[in-house]
């Protein structure tokens, strides 16, 4: 009789998770502008009324942030489950359906956002507002709901301000936000991935310069834009693998067993084991691990369609692995750009240094333990995202914080979900979200008591 009712009370929670995925979703939160403001009363509504001090910061009119409290009775660790409530904006006319609806269908929750993180906010907020209003109070510690505004803008007015401003209202030793819980199978197991880090960017300009000139005669000018196209080409194709720490222990999970990072065909060999047996872990996780990216995505060149540019530029998006500095990227830009760039100038733009959490951790094991539970056979699998995420400026904010990203799913796959992240028709399974929500409530009480 106590299962059945254990797990109708899984169900119901489950429910409140994606009731409250489908009206933060109906919020248009895009960025920008973001408007963060009615999603994030919405939040604090929530868990105001289940008992969370609550407070709205905010660095911009319109555009708080939020954090919420549940004080403990004892001294202990300060668990936050961190959240954006902003989403990259949405073309409703590449969408089969309105990015707003926020709807269900077939297992379903469809919108902007459902992947990239409102559902992750919505399970964060409905375990712990479900937690509260059980009468549930942290034996020890601290529980933080933390959702920013501002992540897919850079966090100005978000996490960055948000841990500088603010540093002893999210003070955090345990920190759980968006970047893993994706899970793919490889030879007949399943695994999880656990964020750990996330690469840094090092934006730079490859910048041309020649002669203007009439466009009607080539001779006149010496056309800078042309200048540029050695260095696209080679921007084509991405610097060769290295043995990098994160790549290395990931492949090692994955194959259970020591990697000879000395012999370079063992990286290869590794490498083309995991493109037979998970193409799509192999593309989305292991091959940005192993190198720098270069993407080249802004350019200009002339302000007129009939004069020669005497200037052309390119922006070059380039990512790094964690603890790289922008020397260090410089130089990797440098060398895979070859003679292609050598009559070009390199100008930095802009510069976040990576940084990660260790891959042990009594979160890790509590996670593991969970994992083990929900999924006996199933194995975490540490990565360090492509992207980028709020859990850097906590890193840099709080020494000793363990920050991971970890939001389970299931239902839907690494192959599935990964594509629909920032792409059209973004949605998430309503069961991943019941699963992600049961995950919350579960670490919390495991972390807390
Ligand atoms: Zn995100």
Known sequence: MEDEVAVAAEDELGTQGVELLRRLIQIDTANPPGNEQPAQELLAETLGAAGFECELLAARPGRPNLVARLRGSDQGPTLCLLGHADTVPADPSEWSFDPWVGDVVDGEVRGRGAQDMKSQVAAEVAAAAALGHEGWRPRRGELLVVTTADEEMGAAAGAQWLCREHPDKVRSDYVLNEGGGLSFELDGRRFYTLCVGEKGVCRFKLRARGKAGHAS?????????????????????????????????????????????????????????????????????????????????????????????????????????????????????????????????????????????????????????????????????????????????????????????????????????????????????????????????????????
């Not at 720098?292 to 200037?311: E, G, K, Y």
């Not at 410089?330 to 976040?352: C, F, H, I, K, M």
């Not at 539970?373 to 859990?391: E, H, R, Y």
Request: charged share 20%; net charge negative; glycine share 6%.
């Open 217 to 449: 005669v080539p001779a006149l000018g010496d056309n800078a834009l042309l200048k540029l196209a050695p260095a696209l080409e080679r921007l084509d194709r991405q610097p060769p693998p290295e043995a990098t720490a994160e790549a290395v222990e990931f492949l090692q999970t994955l194959e259970d067993s020591e990697l000879d990072t000395e012999d370079p065909n063992g990286l290869a060999a590794a490498l083309d084991r995991l493109r037979a047996g998970a193409p799509e872990a192999a593309a989305y996780l292991a091959e940005p691990m192993l190198h720098a990216t270069l993407v080249p995505t802004l350019a200009s060149a002339s302000r007129s369609v009939n004069v020669i540019p005497s200037q052309a530029e390119v922006t070059v998006d380039c990512r790094v692995s964690p603890g790289i500095g922008k020397a260090e990227a410089l130089a990797t830009a440098r060398a895979a750009l070859g003679d292609a760039a050598e009559e070009l100038d390199l100008v930095p733009t802009e510069t976040v240094v990576g940084n990660r959490s260790p891959t042990r951790s009594p979160l890790a094991e509590m996670i593991e333990t969970w994992l083990s539970q929900s999924d006996p056979g199933a194995t975490l699998v540490p990565i360090v995202m492509a992207g980028f995420s709020d859990s850097n400026w906590f890193r840099k904010a709080f020494d000793s914080a363990v920050v991971y990203g970890f939001c389970p799913q299931r239902e839907m796959s690494l192959r599935e979900a990964t594509p629909l992240v920032h792409n059209a028709d973004e949605r998430a399974s309503a069961a991943d979200i019941g699963l992600a929500t049961r995950f919350y409530r579960d670490i919390v009480l495991a972390a807390l008591g």
